[in-house]
């Protein structure tokens, strides 16, 4: 993700607890002015926003980020806990209110979550929010007992001196608080470090969502909250002509019915009621601007733009550009046994486990939201512009959520301003919990885009790369966002614009096209290179067998030719710990790619079971910086990987006349446990900062995959899912 704001000025006492304050204009109809007061009011203690001492002795992190399921509240926490030198069994985590001054994202700008960045853009803030409490404690102490304040040792919570003087930070709370902060708190040496990189960093949710304790969306219960539901156009850009609302009025229950801008709102005192309701319904739609074509003919609009065969009139934007692109094109010096492809790939559904849900309540101008939001400023600044109120005035609640994988962060905020159209007509300050199944998020969400691409590559005489001509064919997920992108929409090239093969290719001519089609497309798990690794990597795995290469030597030498010493050493690391040769029966595919900042290097074990590809074993290498959680990190590829795997393997969203065919887990298959393969995780040594892991294992099990099956059958892979192309 692009950043959405700029950085600003910062207080003394927020530079040394490590808050960010954001600024800058935002393209979505406020003022700079506005956005800085695009936050609830906050109450900040005395050691910033976010940490807090309790009088039991335990400490309190505030979180910025969401929790749905990546763990990094932990991480956060253990960052915090590391500098302060706090006892980790005495900490605690709680989300934060919105405020984007407060807990904006030091990556994106306004308080979001996602990019795979709540690490990485917390590490430095808040490890001084760390040292800097615990020098206020440090001082507190030195001046209680007289004694020189570098005499003083803090261990787990406790601050002891020579002399047999000690002290907890409940004991020292109130003088501590007195303390002016350091300006610039000494941060530990990563040497010294006794929590972060441990097995300790353990999550601190796991109980809660075990015992059903943790609180959802739809665990929320207020008194006289009505429930909502919303009926849809059954095509993208469909309008609302009429409706009879007679039926649906008759079901018990409900209460009103109404129209919102898209779609009709029933309202009931149950969700079952009101799902009966919509039931009832009768709609007629206005379809003269809805998108009616086909997955299978756009997908064959998008082949013939890659191929050449489409409109002259397309505008075709560079993303990589290196000698004579006539060369790259097979133009009078091109070679006649150059190596072509066309790779392509299907609409996907974000296929979270807790569909989308949300409660507002509107007295007025004043908006309460309660959900599991991913980017609460985008949330108040489109609840905001439906009430006619600054984003202050919008306060908003984050609960755990069931999953994202982006879904949950929309430029239009979708579900969440459906729910404020609805709780802003019913009125007077009532709750209203917004309820949409998973059918309707499956048949009128966002979806990662539909994509093609044409790769054409010539070899030099010692086999590598000489000319690579890349088209990429995709719908834009950042066209009329408030997030301005610098050049080409990154989000689809992503991957294949900063691939090593690239660097390491003289001449390359590397063009993106985006058509106008009425789908809507959002970023899904790991975004650009869902698709560019696949092909990068079973590109170069043809290429290597096109040349009479080893495709892991033939890595090595493209890795060494363009410098991409993170790349070659996750992939000795993934091969040396694969072992010399898969188990029996099976065979292996590798890949490697980078993004969100971490290289993830895998190999795949496969073997054809009934026609389609079983993966068994798979061993991940990931260069991700300084690992904060190692359990943590392994269970992000362990999940990321199965992510993956179940898109590779299944996953595909069509339309028949503009209409989406799946609805629930029946007709989108997903990975079953018993399909899981085993995820071994081996980390990179690195004294780097931390850089991404909730995204970077999605993308490279695909590709693993099926260079595993070229292996074994000779077949390249040209099409995802896997089950269409086998």
């Given amino acids: 993700m692009n950043r959405l704001v700029g950085r600003d000025g910062f207080s ?45 002795g335990f400490v309190t992190v505030i979180s910025k980020h969401v929790e749905f399921g990546q763990g990094s509240h932990a991480g956060l926490a253990a960052i915090v806990a590391e500098e302060l030198d706090a006892d980790w069994t005495k900490v605690r985590i709680e989300q934060s209110p919105a405020n984007a001054k407060l807990y904006g994202n030091g990556a994106l700008g306004a308080q979001l979550t996602g990019g795979s960045s709540a690490i990485s853009n917390s590490w430095e803030q808040l490890r001084k929010a760390g040292a800097g409490a615990r020098a206020m404690f440090v001082e507190a102490a030195a001046n209680r007992w007289n004694v020189p304040a570098g005499e003083v040792a803090v261990k787990d919570g406790v601050l002891t001196h020579a002399s047999g003087k000690s002290a907890a930070f409940a004991d020292l709370m109130a003088d501590a608080a007195k303390v002016t902060p350091p300006a610039s708190p000494a941060l530990k040496d990563p040497k010294t470090f ?36 919303v009926a ?37 005192r149950s969700t079952w009621a009101a799902r009966l309701g919509r039931e009832a319904l009768n709609v007629r739609w206005d379809e003269g601007k809805a998108e009616k ?42 070679s006649t046994d150059a190596f072509e492809a ?31 939001s991913q980017g609460q400023t985008l949330d108040q600044l489109n609840a905001g512009k439906i009430v006619g109120a600054l984003p202050g005035s919008v306060e908003v609640e984050t609960l755990f959520a069931g999953g994202s994988f982006g879904r949950r962060a929309t430029f239009t905020s979708d579900y969440v301003a459906e ?37 054409r590559v010539t070899l030099d005489k010692d086999g590598l790369p000489a000319t690579w001509r890349h088209r990429i064919v995709s719908q834009s997920i950042m066209k009329d966002s408030p997030m301005p992108s610098k050049g080409v929409d990154q989000t689809a090239v992503e991957g294949a614009m900063d691939s090593p093969y690239l660097k390491a290719t003289p001449v390359v001519d590397a063009q993106v096209a985006f058509p106008e089609v009425g789908v809507p497309v959002l970023w899904w ?65 590798v890949a490697v790619h980078e993004s969100f900042g971490s290289v993830v290097a895998q190999a795949a074990e496969v073997k054809l079971v009934d026609g389609a590809p079983r993966v068994g074993r798979v061993v991940t290498a990931i260069d991700c910086g300084t690992a904060v959680s190692p359990d943590q990190i392994a269970a992000q590829m362990e999940g990321g990987t199965c992510y993956g795997l179940s898109a590779a393997l299944y996953g595909e969203i069509t339309l028949t006349d503009g209409a989406v065919d799946q609805s629930n887990f029946d007709t989108y298959r997903v990975l079953r446990i018993g399909e899981a393969p085993s995820v071994e995780t081996h980390i990179v040594p690195s004294a780097a900062p931390p850089s991404g892991v909730g995204e970077p294992g999605t993308p490279v099990i695909g590709p693993a995959v099926a260079n595993a099956l070229l292996a074994l059958s000779g077949q390249a892979t040209t099409r995802l899912p896997f089950v269409r192309s086998v």
């Fill in 293 to 334: 074509r086909g997955s299978a003919e756009l997908a064959a609009a998008f082949r013939d733009l890659a191929t050449g065969k489409g409109p002259a009139d397309q505008k075709w934007e560079s993303f990589g550009s290196k000698g004579d692109a006539a060369q790259a094109a097979g133009g009078p010096d091109g």
């Fill in 194 to 229: 006794t929590l972060i990189g441990t097995d300790r960093v353990r999550r601190k949710d796991a109980q809660a969502k075990s015992d059903g304790t943790a609180r959802y969306t739809q665990d929320v219960r207020l008194p006289d909250m009505l429930t909502a539901m």
């Fill in 342 to 372: 066309v790779y392509e790939f299907p609409y996907l559904a974000h296929a979270t486990m807790e569909p989308m849900n949300c409660v507002a309540i509107v007295d007025g101008n004043h908006v309460k939201l309660v959900h599991g």
């Fill in 232 to 268: 849809h156009a059954p095509r993208f850009g469909g309008k609302v002509e009429g409706f009879d609302a007679d039926a649906a009025r008759k079901v018990a229950g409900v209460v009103d019915v109404f129209e919102i801008p898209t779609g009709v709102a029933v309202v009931a």
């Fill in 12 to 56: 003394r006492r927020e530079v040394v607890v490590g808050a960010v304050v954001v600024g800058g204009a935002l393209a979505v109809g406020c003022s700079p002015a506005d956005l800085m007061s695009a936050g609830s009011k906050v109450e900040v203690g005395a050691f910033g926003p976010f940490i807090r001492f309790e009088p039991d």
């Fill in 525 to 589: 798990r790991s975004v650009g290179a869902t698709h560019t690794a696949f092909v990068m990597e079973h590109t170069i795995e043809q290429l290597a067998r096109k040349a009479g290469k080893d495709p892991v030597e033939y890595r090595r030498a493209l890795y060494a030719k363009a410098g991409a010493s993170r790349h070659l050493a996750a992939l000795n690391l993934a091969v040396e710990k694969a072992g010399p040769t898969a188990g029996a029966g099976w065979t292996r595919g």
């Fill in 419 to 455: 729910c404020v159209h609805v709780a802003k007509k019913v009125g007077g300050g009532k709750p209203v919990k917004l309820v949409w199944t998973r059918e309707d998020d499956m048949r009128a969400g966002y979806y990662r885009p539909l994509v093609v691409h044409a790769v």
